[in-house]
């Protein structure tokens, strides 16, 4: 079956822009989680979702970042007034439930704050 | 912050040579997996072990774990140019969340 698919696969914004990324996950995945990779580094964990609620937000770096994922399938992160320091890939995963499931990533999306 | 650590940062092999990479984390798992990566993109789950397991095999994929020291290896054997890729680990911590390392860079020379 289908993947998780995340859109824009690119995105390029001036810095104060405000961005969505979306995340579609694995269809019946009820947990949901989003990442960020910055260049040489692994990826850090940002949010997961256990349904449509937000089971835990721990890695947000502040409140400019926000992620709804209301009706428990897509999900869309947010980021408003944007800093050069936001450029990164942002990969969303998803996996049939927390505690174990093995997660899988989509292609992610690679915003570039100018 | 991430908590685990990788070793080595870049690793340089012959193709048909077997490829050891190590990993250190710090807090107690529910179990550890390896992921690879191409182009910065994509990550794809290549093997799961639980933190009651000591090793386990998939395919040309050999891991192995302590929970004593903290730490895990992945052995490639006969590597090919194609397994040429980032390799991370990820322990996965209560409430699903993955805790990645900062990667091996792997390159297999045909």
């Known amino acids: 079956g289908a993947g998780v698919s995340q859109t824009p696969s690119n995105k390029v914004t001036e810095k104060g822009k405000y961005v969505e990324l979306r995340c579609d996950p694995i269809?019946?995945?009820?947990?949901l989680y989003w990442y960020r990779q910055s260049l040489g580094q692994g990826p850090e964990f940002l949010i997961y979702?256990?349904?449509?609620?937000?089971?835990?937000d721990s890695g947000l770096p502040n409140d400019r970042f926000f992620a709804v994922r209301p009706e428990g399938s897509v999900s869309t992160l947010k980021i408003q007034r944007t800093e050069r320091g936001d450029s990164a890939v942002y990969l969303c995963?998803?996996?049939?439930?927390?505690?174990?499931?093995?997660?899988?990533f989509g292609p992610g999306t690679r915003l570039t704050v100018l | 912050s991430q908590q685990g650590e990788e070793d080595p940062q870049a690793l340089s092999i012959q193709e048909g040579e077997n490829a050891t990479m190590n990993c250190s984390y710090k807090?107690?798992?529910?179990?550890l997996q390896w992921y690879r990566q191409n182009s910065g993109r994509g990550l794809v789950h290549l093997i799961l072990?639980?933190?009651?397991?000591r090793e386990k095999h998939s395919g040309r994929l050999r891991v192995t774990l302590d929970t004593s020291k903290k730490s895990s290896s992945l052995l490639i054997t006969a590597s090919r140019a194609a397994d040429t890729a980032s390799y991370f680990c990820?322990?996965?911590?209560?409430?699903?969340?993955?805790?990645f390392g900062q990667g091996t860079e792997l390159s297999v020379k045909p």
């Open positions: 979702f256990q349904g449509t609620g937000a089971a835990d």
């Open positions: 072990i639980r933190s009651n397991e």
């Open positions: 269809s019946g995945h009820t947990a």
């Open positions: 995963a998803s996996s049939e439930r927390t505690s174990g499931g093995t997660q899988y």
């Open positions: 807090t107690s798992i529910n179990n």
């Open positions: 990820a322990t996965l911590l209560r409430g699903g969340k993955l805790i």
